[in-house]
């Protein structure tokens, strides 16, 4: 059984950074894609961040590109996605993510998660303190 949880999410004032880490389970691990995609709330999903089998193999969504982070440590079977320079809009649940599939890249797997794609976490919350 494919299983996510996600960790790290909290309470953050405006312009601070945070870790969040998703541990996975239940699957090949190094073969997948993952990513996290956020939603707050009356909002659609967004991306955030994806990561494929190769460690410079990352996507960003562009609300966070240039201010986020996406790791993966395929012995620790986890995915980290730091994040800085927070900001108001960054509040939202974010999940972490999971897609197996082959010949896309990590922008296509990125946006077929944020469509609801792959297996998902149950989420954790990130409130940004203005």
Known sequence: EVQLVE???GL?????SLRLSCAASGFSF???YIGWVRQAP?????RVACIGTGADNTAYGDSVKGRSSIS?????KMVYLEMNNL???DTADYYCVAIQASFISTVQALGAMAFGSGYWGRGTQVTVSS
């Open 7 to 9: 960790s790290g999410g």
């Open 12 to 16: 953050v004032p405006a312009g601070g």
């Open 30 to 32: 190094d073969d997948w």
């Open 42 to 46: 009356g909002k659609e999903r967004e």
């Open 72 to 76: 993966r440590d395929n012995a620790k």
């Open 87 to 89: 900001l108001p809009e």
